[in-house]
């Protein structure tokens, strides 16, 4: 069965210091899995993709995720946050037919 | 912006009553998805259509239903409305290529919502 796990429900950084939101995934086939992000009162964007080409993905904004079939993670990471990275982000698994959403990583950027 | 439009934004309901949202997908998409955001929470799946048939759903209740149109816009339409069904409701729209294996999907896109309160 698919199961995501987003091991921060909030993470705090400063501007300019790197991000590191954590995902754990299950899945009884070879998934495709996905980054989103949510601004308040915005819609969901896709920040980056995994589809079983390269392990280490890069997306928009700088941010990339690097998939580790070992660990069954697939953690976002970005060398240095800016503020208007403040939103909630998603780590998504997404098999034939069912996608499976994590709870959600709440960044905070501090100037 | 993805090209995935939803319609009403906002939507104040009452408890039993019913109600029907709708989307638009990006052209050339043939899947709608749709998805169910309480409050503080990622977003659960509903189900998912596919060439103007239900091809997925999760563990939503019947009163839960959908349509998919020959253009692929779709409906999500909600029977006897509880409290509980206040929520964002999302749809995203994607190509999808059925395999015969279960791998992975393409990628959805978004549309910005429906707000639904019961009252």
């Known amino acids: 069965a698919q199961s995501v796990t987003q091991l921060d429900s909030h993470v705090s950084v400063s501007e300019g210091t790197p991000v590191l939101l954590r995902c754990n995934y299950s899945?009884?086939?070879?998934?495709?899995l996905f980054w989103y992000v949510q601004h308040p009162n915005k819609g969901l964007q896709l920040l980056l993709k995994?589809?079983?080409?390269?392990?280490l993905v890069k997306g928009i904004n700088g941010f990339e995720a690097e998939f580790k079939k070992s660990e069954t993670s697939f953690h976002l990471t970005k060398p240095s946050a800016h503020m208007s990275d403040a939103a909630e982000y998603f780590c998504v698994v997404s098999e034939y037919l069912k996608t499976i959403f994590g709870a959600g990583t709440r960044l905070f950027v501090k100037a | 912006e993805t090209g995935v439009t939803q319609s009403p934004t906002h939507l104040i309901k009452t408890r039993g009553q019913q109600v029907t949202l709708r989307c638009s997908s990006q052209s050339g998409h043939n899947t709608v998805s749709w998805y169910q955001q309480a409050l503080g929470q990622g977003p659960q799946f509903i189900f998912q259509y596919y060439r103007e048939e239900e091809n997925g759903r999760g563990n939503f209740p019947p009163r839960f239903s959908g349509l998919q149109f020959p253009n692929y816009s779709s409906e999500l339409n909600v029977n006897a409305l509880e409290l509980d069904d206040s929520a964002l409701y999302l749809c995203?729209?994607?190509?999808?290529?059925?395999?015969?294996?279960?791998?992975?999907?393409?990628?959805?896109?978004f549309g910005p919502g429906t707000r639904l309160t019961v009252l």
């Open positions: 995203a729209s994607s190509l999808l290529a059925k395999t015969s294996g279960r791998g992975g999907t393409d990628t959805q896109y």
């Open positions: 995994y589809t079983s080409a390269a392990t």
């Open positions: 899945s009884s086939y070879s998934p495709s």
